[in-house]
């Protein structure tokens, strides 16, 4: 599954939140600098956000916007789902008709409970992150990130030759 950056940028979004707006709400100005995302594509996001109760935002001199949850409320399963608009990693995962319709293969198609079941898996696994567990083990997590890419290389790599 490779997500958009709907997701990615949006959860950055999220993290920043839970980060600077403690106290008071943050403007999506400042939340644009320091992640280096377009204003206008944190507009559009933040409106998606706000309508699924994750967010809140207050208007005025002093406005922004900050978490509606805690931190350990909102899970990345939240924030995917509600910014991707589904939990399916194919289109065919996330007909309910018998006849999905969406390959040459429509009807009865076995490879589509696999996909059923990764997609189940995923979100069982996103549903698990919250914003809150990332916050506290931040300098765990990035380290895990950047052994899994050196890993990825290796085997790109090997596979090469």
């Known amino acids: 599954m490779r997500l958009t950056t709907k997701s990615r940028y949006g959860t950055r979004l999220i993290l920043d939140l839970a980060i600077y707006a403690g106290e008071h709400p943050v403007s999506l100005g400042d939340i644009a600098k320091r992640q280096n995302i377009s204003l206008k594509y944190l507009e559009h996001l933040i409106k998606k956000l706000k309508d699924a109760g994750l967010i809140k935002s207050q ?6 916007h900050m978490l509606k949850k805690l931190p350990d409320e909102i899970t990345v399963g939240d924030i995917v789902r509600t910014l991707e608009g589904t939990t399916a990693i194919t289109d065919c995962a996330e007909a309910e008709d018998k006849l999905c319709g969406v390959c040459n293969m429509a009807g009865d198609c076995l490879s589509r409970w696999v996909w059923i079941e990764a997609s189940k898996a995923i979100f069982k696994r ?3 992150i919250t914003i809150g567990s990332l916050m506290s083990g931040k300098k765990k997590q990035i380290d895990e990130a950047k052994r899994y890419v050196k890993q990825l290389k290796k085997i790109k790599k090997t596979s090469e030759y």
Request: hydrophobic content about 20%.
């Open 59 to 64: 208007r005025g001199p002093f406005g922004g």
């Open 126 to 128: 996103l549903d698990e």
